[in-house]
Nanobody
């Protein structure tokens, strides 16, 4: 019932910024929490951040706290991930996902986008 599409990834140098977007289609976007996850080759999918439906509460993984900011514009059915001071270890495919209940576990999420590649060179 909710479809998500990520965009905004690319190849940047360390220290640069990127802004990822997660565009949703569906009837209940404002009622769902949205999380960002990332997965590097050969590694498990890793939690990055989530935001609740109203946008009033956010939560970040320690590895990105202070550098990344999650936000949403419910009028546009879009969630954003602003990534600043990128590091090579941020290189991964980034996914957005939707859930009825927020959390840092991928198992909490019911809907997933296709992913967008972020590559950070040193």
């Amino acid at each position: 019932q909710v479809q998500l599409v990520e965009s905004g990834g690319g190849l940047v140098q360390a220290g640069a910024s990127l802004r990822l977007s997660c565009a949703a289609s569906g009837r209940t976007f404002s009622s769902i929490s949205v999380g960002w996850f990332r997965q590097a080759p050969g590694k498990e999918r890793e939690f990055v951040a989530f935001i609740i439906g109203s946008g009033g509460k956010t939560y970040y993984a320690d590895s990105v706290k202070g550098r990344f900011t999650i936000s949403r514009d419910n009028a546009k059915n879009t969630v954003f991930l602003q990534m600043n001071r990128l590091r090579p270890e941020d290189t991964a495919v980034y996914y957005c996902a939707g859930a009825s209940w927020p959390g840092s576990s991928a198992s909490s999420y019911n809907y997933w986008g296709q992913g967008t590649q972020v590559t950070v060179s040193s």
